[in-house]
């Protein structure tokens, strides 16, 4: 089963950038779809952006435009390039993966995901 190991989070400032990283072991084949979720306190999980089979991606309308999501499957890593960062932006993010095809309504529903790493804070200061 893949295990998921996130990476990279920290302290910034508004306006700030940077780069989550998302290492997926014990497969080769880390699912169909993979993506980046966030928690602040208080709120429910939300979806920030997935990739899935075919390179396609999907952003929350919060962060178009300042989040990138790639991955590299020659290292079987995920990755969120975070840009102009905000406060609200502060949450504790995890990267999730499935293995079922999923249509890309559903791409961004935390349900719809099984596998999670430990997550990683960031926090944005204003």
């Known amino acids: 089963q893949v295990q998921l190991v996130e990476s990279g989070g920290g302290s910034v400032q508004a306006g700030g950038s940077l780069r989550l990283s998302c290492a997926a072991s014990?497969?080769?084949?880390?699912?169909?779809?993979m993506g980046w979720f966030r928690q602040a306190p208080g709120k429910k999980r939300e979806g920030v952006a997935a990739i899935c089979e075919v390179g396609a991606t999907s952003y929350a309308d919060s962060v178009k435009g300042r989040f990138t999501i790639s991955k590299d499957d020659a290292k079987n890593t995920l990755y969120l390039q975070m840009g102009s960062l905000k406060p609200e932006d502060t949450a504790m993010y995890y990267c999730?993966?499935?293995?079922?095809?999923?249509?890309?309504?559903?791409?961004?529903?935390?349900?719809?995901?099984?596998?999670w790493g430990q997550g990683t804070q960031v926090t944005v200061s204003s």
């Open positions: 014990g497969v080769t084949y880390s699912g169909y779809c």
């Open positions: 999730a993966s499935t293995y079922r095809a999923l249509l890309p309504p559903l791409w961004l529903l935390p349900d719809e995901y099984s596998t």
